[in-house]
């Protein structure tokens, strides 16, 4: 079956990470890197600086209805409905975080992290901006599977959802502007 066949990839690719890159400089870095995942806090403050401030704030509306889009579809819908259990529930693992009550797929944290990503992509701003996202989406999507909580098929769900979502998330906004503008 196909799924079983992913599952099997999914965990040459996790024990291959704990076995290769495993020590504890790392632990310590990307237990900080995913903190920033946890429940979206990061990704909503930067909404809300957005916000703020006027000339960036049709950028944060955007990241605003993306974050809204992921949390309903992704974390309320489709994780549960596909119910994928965790790695570390399927196989003794040290684990250096809490176990976790929801399902596995998608990452949560990715998509969020990929929807702000794909947000600043599209912004105005210097390309270091939009480098530097990209480096700490890509670091929160691998410390989900450094960590054992995702496998590689979880993240890489979340990487794809959580940029289109962050792409639907700016063409909302742009539409309801427009509408605005026409109707004004």
């Known amino acids: 079956m196909l799924t079983n066949w992913i599952t ?4 040459i690719i996790l024990n291959w990470i704990g076995d290769n890159l495993s020590c504890e400089p790392l632990d310590k870095i990307l237990l900080a890197v995913t903190f920033l995942g ?6 909503i403050v930067i909404a809300v600086v957005l916000l703020c401030m006027p000339k960036t704030r049709r950028w944060g509306a955007s990241l605003a209805v993306s974050l809204s889009l992921g949390l309903v579809f992704c974390n ?10 965790r ?8 684990l250096l975080v809490d176990k976790l ?3 596995s797929f998608p990452s949560g944290h990715t998509t969020a992290a990929f929807e702000c990503f794909a947000v600043i992509l599209m912004m105005p701003v210097k390309k270091i901006y939009k ?3 990209g480096i700490l989406a890509f670091l929160i999507a691998f410390s989900r599977l ?10 890489l769900a979340g990487m794809l959802i959580g940029f289109l979502f962050g792409v639907m998330g ?3 906004v742009e539409m309801i502007l427009e509408e605005k503008n026409v109707q004004a």
């Open 38 to 43: 946890e429940k979206g806090w990061f990704f």
């Open 131 to 133: 480098v530097m996202a």
């Open 170 to 172: 700016v063409r909302i």
């Open 87 to 94: 790695p570390y529930d399927q196989v003794e693992h040290i």
């Open 101 to 103: 009550s929801d399902y």
């Open 8 to 11: 099997k990839i999914d965990f």
């Open 76 to 85: 309320m819908l489709i994780k549960n409905m596909v119910a994928r259990v």
């Open 146 to 155: 450094y960590l054992y909580v995702h496998f590689p098929s979880d993240v």
